[in-house]
């Protein structure tokens, strides 16, 4: 069993930044790939980045250039830093955990755990 808490998220402006973090429980962390997904009211559940356990990511397009995940595995967690945000962001953010990988994925459903999500806006 794999707890994650998400935090982070709030209000900005267009044009500024955020940092989102996720808390994973567990020892086994460091082993774990991690990704973060976002849905929008009305809409589906969509990839924004992934990171492996050995430090490897990858992005969405929409993001690339703007977003980057990080972890810190001494402290169980995984983060994603947001820049120039825009109002397509707005999204309830969730944290991922796949603690079986055998590739990254940009596929919800590889993935075991799930934060109970955090609330981004971003105001035009």
């Known amino acids: 069993q794999v707890q994650l808490v998400e935090s982070g998220g709030g209000l900005v402006q267009a044009g500024g930044s955020l940092r989102l973090s996720c808390a994973a429980s567990?020892?086994?962390?460091?082993?774990?790939?991690m990704a973060w997904f976002r849905q929008a009211p009305g809409k589906e559940r969509d990839f924004v980045a992934a990171?492996?356990?050995?430090?490897?990511?990858f992005y969405a397009d929409s993001v690339k250039g703007r977003f980057t995940i990080s972890r810190d595995n001494a402290k169980n967690t995984v983060y994603l830093q947001m820049n120039s945000l825009k109002p397509e962001d707005t999204a309830v953010y969730y944290c991922?955990?796949?603690?079986?990988?055998?590739?990254?994925?940009?596929?919800?459903?590889?993935?075991?755990?799930w934060g109970q999500g955090t609330q981004v806006t971003v105001s035009s």
């Open positions: 990171i492996s356990w050995s430090g490897t990511t």
């Open positions: 567990g020892r086994t962390f460091s082993s774990y790939d």
């Open positions: 991922a955990a796949d603690s079986t990988p055998t590739y990254m994925s940009n596929y919800d459903y590889e993935y075991d755990y």
